[in-house]
């Protein structure tokens, strides 16, 4: 079962999306909505009607597959950060900035963040 990453705070619908409203009713249309809405608390919801099933369910995969995107592109990021950061703390040490009780603290710190984010 899929789930979306809890750190993400938006999502994006697409124009080519707007067909699949266009079909439903407005009510219906509602329901998508908050369908979509809901979809942080409950990615695969029960859904009676199979036009709103079928307009959820290609919403759906599009929404799973940007998060996955940019779920990657984070960790990606958080990693280039992390390294930067590594290579700092070793230059600030070698170059006599900080002490071997601060290097090693940082490094200890920074490593941890790189086993959350592999």
Known sequence: ?????????????????????????????????????????EPNPMINSGA??????????KIFENDQEWTQKAEKAAAAANTRWIKENERKFTNGEIGEQEFFETRDRLEDKMKLIN
């Open 52 to 61: 709103l099933k079928v307009a959820f369910a290609q919403i759906q995969n």
């Open 1 to 41: 079962m899929k789930k979306l990453n809890p750190r993400h705070k938006s999502l994006v619908l697409y124009f080519d999306q707007k067909p699949m409203f266009e079909v439903l009713t407005d009510e219906e249309a509602g329901k998508l909505i908050k369908l979509i809405l809901n979809m942080d608390v």
